[in-house]
């Protein structure tokens, strides 16, 4: 044991996106030692992709204020959103811009220097009333802004960064404590043990859990997979966004900025769909309404090409000035991933994973919280979690656009703000049992080849590669737009038994340099973790609400449902209450939701 | 290249190609799959080069949102769109 390398931190953060690098900047001002580890470069996390903005109500170019914008929330998490948390983000929002504009963001301006708002889904004025606007944006790319802003800082405040390392698995002792992680580099192999009083997880989404994904193949839900094997059960995982236009089977977004020009939604019969589901709102309706659409179009016979598995969104009538002028970055996409000009051909969509709604329990501190006994939110000593992979929740049943990149820096800045105040009651590093240790190695191998072969001989082997596939295949089959009984079970049969495969899992691969072989098999068996509480999560419920669309149950069930599920390894399934309680205003209580 | 450096190469990228955008992801990996094993020194050079700029200069080049001023790199961008996605 004495070769493997051990280093001590006050906090641990693993993942180097905007939540991440948020948390660690708060801790490291703090003159706290922060570590934050990162698998890829810290500045290639997915919070680069964020190109929409960030919604704060400014009131710099309609009317807002954060009451309004915490209405809108509530509504659009179809009333699964915990209040209090949303009501702390809609009034943190505006200083947390402001935080960013001090950091360095450059965000679009108006004339009068204002910073820019534009209009996004989902946003009223008045309690839904007119449209708002409320989304700021350093033009079309926030999110690189934001991160590369965050990054710089936090080199200026010394923070300590661990490239290109991946984290295995949580170290917990008997008493449920966590003390840190188990780490390996990337490049080399090399395991190291990170000792931390506080532990911060901050891996973002798991969109590679379905086929068709907006998300970038890091994705992989390695935070939540985690949790999961540390006891602690994911919240909400049936809730995934499906954004309605990804491109047909690669899944890049196509934004809704397309059919805010003009563009529309045919299907194979040339008919324009959306003016049967949303008369009124037509292809501007809500996500998910959008989403559902399409679904039933393709479900029903009445998809495009040759498998009738797409619809088609059509902007060639908009002219070739307009989708110059305002769409260029949608036509150089899709002149290079489909090899045709949007100005001549309509572009070939289909509803794409897009935003894990769900994940890893915390109160509006970051801390992370299980039920224990008769109380449902105990937190977990020393550990933290935010941004994607953490569930406030925020987001509900549903996420806005614009209220993620607000969640990142909102709940990261809170999160550290509530390490600060736990280190000064817990001063010293608690010691970490030998035997802990050597239990996280010895299963940090648990992909490697046996030098001895098995006693029964040829053992199946299986391969990351085939079983990634099929995993991917068998959630868009089983659970995602559309949900019903029969189907969720025969998926529910499927993932278990491709659970049941990861233990066969060995790589080939043993070098230690660069062994993205182990990296990817880690992966899977997080990604697997994901998807065995996404569709059990969806099975159980028994009612649609938010993303969550039972073909079965198609109405919101709010006396048996108004309430978070929990999924573990150890006990199935559990569910707890949904705070409806704000801080200071009064609740808002279910309403139907129509836009 | 030997064989066993191309392995290594070949590895090295594909982390390397590990990017926060899926449309970078698709791209680049698809083109260390089908053409690395080819490229000459000077062309691995220009690929490393592309390889150290930040996401969203990636995809503008890559997109054909912008051009690079290098030719050796603003070759390579056309070998990369170039290659036929599977
Ligand atoms: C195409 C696209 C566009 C979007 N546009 C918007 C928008 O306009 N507005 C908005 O509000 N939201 C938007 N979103 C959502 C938003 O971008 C994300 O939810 C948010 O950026 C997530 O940030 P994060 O800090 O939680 O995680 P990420 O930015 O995903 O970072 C995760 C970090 O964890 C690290 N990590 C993960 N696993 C491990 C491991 N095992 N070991 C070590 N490190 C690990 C990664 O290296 C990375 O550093 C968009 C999403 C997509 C896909």
Known sequence: MSSIERRQFDTLIIGAGGGGLRASLQLAEADLSVAVVSKVFPTRSHTVAAQGGMNAALANVLPDNWHWHMFDTVKGSDYLGDQDAIEYMCRAAPKAVYELEHFGVPFSRLDNGKIYQRAFGGQSQNFGGDQAARTCAAADRTGHAILHSLYQQNIRAKTHFFDEYFAVDLLKDGEGRVLGALVFNIHDGQIVIIEAKTTLIATGGAGQLFKTTTNALINTGDGLGMAMRAGIPLQDMEFFQFHPTGIAGRGMLITEGARGEGGYLVNGDGERLMERYAPKAKDLASRDV?????????????????????????????????????????????????????????????????????????????????????????????????????????????????????????????????????????????????????????????????????????????????????????????????????????????????????????????????????????????????????????????????????IDFPDRDDKSWMRHSLYSFENGLDYKPVRTKPLSVESFPPKPRVY | MNSKSIIETKTNYRWQCRRGMLELDLLLNNFVDKKVDSLDEKQIQSFDMLLSYPDQALLDLLLGNSVSSDSEISKLVSQIRSTPLS
């Open chain 1, 290 to 550: 959008v989403s559902r659409a399409i679904s039933i179009e393709i479900k029903e016979g009445r998809g495009c090409g040759p498998k009738k598995d797409h619809v088609l969104l059509k902007l060639d009538h908009l002219g070739e000035d307009v989708i110059q002028k305002r769409l260029p970055g949608i036509r150089q996409t899709c002149i290079t991933f489909l090899g045709l000009d949007p100005a001549e051909s309509p572009i070939p969509v289909f509803p794409t994973a897009h935003y894990t709604m769900g994940g890893i329990p915390t109160n509006r501190y970051g801390q992370v919280v299980v039920p224990v006994k008769d109380t449902p939110e105990e937190p977990v000593a020393g550990l933290y979690a935010a941004g994607e992979c953490a569930c406030v929740s925020v987001h509900g049943g549903n996420r806005l656009g614009g209220n993620s990149l607000l969640d990142i820096l909102v709940f990261g800045r809170a999160a550290a703000n509530h390490i600060i105040e736990y280190l000064k009651e817990n001063k010293y590093h608690k010691v970490i049992d030998e035997d802990i240790v050597s239990n996280a190695v010895q299963r940090a191998k648990r992909f490697d080849l046996n030098s001895e072969p098995s006693p029964g001989g040829d053992e199946v082997k299986e391969t990351v590669a085939v079983l990634r596939k099929e995993l991917k295949q068998v959630m868009e089959d089983h659970c995602s737009v559309f949900r019903d009984k029969q189907f969720l079970i025969e998926g529910v049969d499927k993932v278990e038994q491709l659970c049941d495969r990861m233990k066969n899992v060995k790589i080939d691969d043993q070098s230690y340099t660069f062994n993205t072989a182990k990296v990817e098999a880690f992966e899977l068996e997080n990604l697997m973790a994901c998807a065995l509480a996404t569709i059990h999560s969806a099975l159980a419920r028994e009612e649609s609400r938010g993303a969550h669309s039972r």
